[in-house]
């Protein structure tokens, strides 16, 4: 059984950055496509950012530039470094992992992020 765990969500001021880290419990990169979501409430769950298995990376168009996703094999996480901030980047973040060879999907607990002042 993989399982996802968010951590690095809380309260930042406008124009303020923040890192999530997802721990992955075993090493999957191989084998799938790695992803942060995210979910503001009253809204549907959103892709943010993905990372294939070759490094290839895709972004929301309202957080290209400003968010960058990573991973670190030799730790099992992906990181979601996000920058510049907005209000409107308020939710719950959620870590994805999609296996290739199966289409199976799992979700970590997610994160909250608040970007206020």
């Known amino acids: 059984q993989v399982q996802l765990v968010e951590s690095g969500g809380g309260l930042v001021q406008p124009g303020g950055s923040l890192r999530l880290s997802c721990a992955v419990s075993?090493?999957?990169?191989?084998?799938?496509?790695m992803g942060w979501y995210r979910q503001a409430p009253g809204n549907e769950r959103e892709l943010v950012a993905q990372?294939?298995?070759?490094?290839?990376?895709n972004y929301a168009d309202s957080v290209k530039g400003r968010f960058g996703i990573s991973g670190d094999n030799a730790k099992n996480t992906v990181y979601l470094q996000m920058n510049n901030l907005k209000p409107e980047d308020t939710a719950i973040y959620y870590c994805?992992?999609?296996?290739?060879?199966?289409?199976?999907?799992?979700w970590g607990q997610g994160t909250q992020v608040t970007v206020s002042s």
């Open positions: 994805n992992a999609r296996f290739l060879a199966t289409g199976w999907v799992i």
């Open positions: 990372i294939t298995p070759v490094g290839t990376t």
């Open positions: 075993r090493s999957i990169f191989s084998s799938a496509v």
